[in-house]
């Protein structure tokens, strides 16, 4: 088994802030282990205040359900139910949102990337970069 | 880099209350700074109990999401999911609702100003009218 | 009946805001109705970020219990368990701390004043004054 | 006035790293800036899964008060009510404990750096580190 490392973490931030230089889209870009939990967080100067926690919240729901949230889009139309009710089961920790995808790891997922402060596919766009960037 | 100072926010708060008097709505109308830290909060006489924490919590959505609360009303139906998770994230202190702008200072959005009392088109014009008061 | 106007709330805070210049300690100060709900809220240039909720539940406290918040503290020491246990009832709106007091009006308490930015014995004496210059 | 920027925030998570590895006592270390929104978080191997948001709400406390949370102690057991009551005001955002401390620049406090992993002291020790690093 492969842990998330810090290490890891900071070759996807990087990954993911250089995609959102180039975009023009200043970013806040979380990095979460398997567990859902964070191992870094950093907002680029001129992101909006609320963005560090819009990252987080959405890399929480691409490990969660081991997929890019983009992916996840027709299924919240298709059952609001369980997606309102889910967002209740961790208040404030899941949100469903473009813009977060798994990090992979030798086939398995070992934690997952999470960007905010552009369009969703601005930051799906920075969050594939990063987990690009980490190598996975 | 210009703080919203409490003078700033009395000059938003008179142009917004002299809007909702000439509109026949009492209103409460909510400054807050680009932090999304509360500045001045009143309500006028008449407006219901409810209406200074809904005034501030949509006060709150403009500055992080740096645009009129009532253009976000698209993304709004496109997006349930994201945003009934989002007001989660930081409990009771984001409402996605109309009646809410930025406010700007040198092209800069140094805060926030949002009303609540009246319809959702009366509460934009009002905290519109504020935004223009202050002079940004 | 005597209802706490706006009117009123202004005179009380123009009050408080004078006493705290005078000592020199830039504050918030919150006036509340019978009913535990805000009429006026607005923080001085310099006074920190959080001191608008804390001025604000504080003066629920006095409203709720009806006397100053400085001399509820013997009874927080020998009932913890109440007060602690209290905190939760309406989470986040009510602060056992000294430096609110009640507004009244022909011997009737109508509302209450908080204040917060400076040592409690500060925001105690703002409250007052503010209180006072209400005329009550 | 100067703003926390992303580059500043480095630094101070470089010095407060520095000094957890020469403890032996891995670490998360959050900055915030004045408004006590979240600027970077990261978590050092071996640092415990709670530790980010103990370290950030550490942070908030330090930024809100204005003051180490160290020199907050004696307060918090003459006035536990307060302080406990008080983490229900902006519900998770705020923890009152040893190992944070505000950020100057210019004799202005700009933000705050809170550390979590250690005993206290040694999380107190890192956040200095942290501060001195920034060269405020």
Known sequence: ??????EMA???LKGAQAKARELGAPMAVAVIDEGGNLVL???QDGAGF???DIARA???????FRRPTKVMAENYQSNPLFWSSLAAVQPGRLLPGTGAVPILRGGRIIGAIGCSGGT?????VCAEA????MGG
Chains 1, 2, 3, 4 share one sequence.
């Open 1 to 6: 088994m492969v842990d998330l490392t810090l």
């Open 10 to 12: 900071e070759k996807a």
């Open 41 to 43: 967080l950093a907002k």
């Open 50 to 52: 609320l963005t560090p």
């Open 58 to 64: 959405k890399a929480f729901a691409a490990a969660a």
């Open 120 to 124: 969703g596919e601005q930051d799906h």
């Open 130 to 133: 990063g987990a690009v960037a």
